[in-house]
């Protein structure tokens, strides 16, 4: 169950990570060099807010937050707001699929972490088990 | 109307940068050369992810994200813990009131971006006007 | 004569801390607002690259680090070449003085602490002293 | 010659993500749960300024920063000093591994991309050509 649990964190923080990588990426590279709808401010800026907000997900599982369910919530809606915007602007399929495996990832994590927070707090300080570096 | 809400906006910049110091420098400081209850994990965590996430909503607020609000809100939460923690260790007054201060000024902003977020879909993109820099 | 160097280090976190808030406003609003020269990449990938920059030099030295001389070395480096293209590209002149007093202050800060941290190491740790929180 | 250079550069990249997950999730997991002498300041500072190093290396590399090879530079030389602290701790061999490794390769992007940027300065901007994202 734990170990479960760890497999799917391991995941999210791999999609966060992606996601933050490929959105600065192609924000600072494709974005600024098309000009254009790609640098349009609204665009733009979900662009980087996606990236540092994808880091701070990353950053609460690294460090077994217990409160990592509330932030891939809040994370989850950014990457949505990311992914819908690179399809409105085009050409921006790489984005839009890591946006949406991080959205899907992160909105999975803080549905089965509040559960576990939830018998964690049933049961002591289950659910605050270190995470272990597979790495 | 506008104007208000900037003036706002400035004072959660100042208030969540305020907190991502305090929490960053008596972690690194007092409490890993206090020992004990400080280095506690879980209370040490809660210092480091309240800095993180304070830092993130600054930098969402600084880019006049549209979706602040919502990062706010989370901020807000963490901020909530970290004080009660900080409280339940005690001789951590410092971090208190600037985790106290944060977390009702990202509360207040998370409440009022809403509204006008809601007002400015109506009207416009008026909730999306970029923040003046007074600086 | 430690007491003088943690002024130093304090006036040196405000003014990064500082630059970091100027240049990630200003990018994200009056840059991508403007467009033309103000979005052209190499230029704006500085005003990014160098509000990274600031908050790492400002994250070293709020948590003592020993090795901030160094970051704040190659801080001063990048506040110099964002200022220089601040003022090429022109009205922004709130960015260029941001920059230009937070390359001044890392500089300072570069050469003093290595003194204090050569010091240090002849005579224990004074130099590793905890940064006292003055807010 | 520039395809060669993306290449080492994403080797870079991987390897500063590496290192700032793995210390980032050894030092608030191992590091605080194991206590004593994982927590003493300067090696516990040490973890957490490598981190953030390493997150603002791979920052100013995914967007294609021209001043990256000094940023390089400066994280090898904070990958050092985090690996011979955790050798000193030790019981930290995947930390000491992931430092080692990617202060190995910041040196060698510090040295490729400064010889890159000498010679593109002989040549135009070639060697502010973009990363390619390979994901």
Redesign the interface.
Known sequence: MVHAMNEQMEQC?EAC??CY??C???G???C??A?GKH????H???M??CA??C??S???M??????HA??C??CA??CD?CARSCEEVGEME?CVQ?CRACAESCRSMAGGASNASFQGSMRG?DS?A??K?P?
Chains 1, 2, 3, 4 share one sequence.
């Open positions: 923080i990570l992606n990588r490929t600065l990426r192609e600072m590279n494709h600024l060099e000009g640098v349009e401010p609204m733009f800026r979900l980087m807010n540092e907000m880091r701070t990353a950053d609460f690294l460090s077994s937050s217990n409160l509330r932030i919530a809040a809606e950014v707001a790489e890591a300080q605050d270190p995470v570096s790495m």
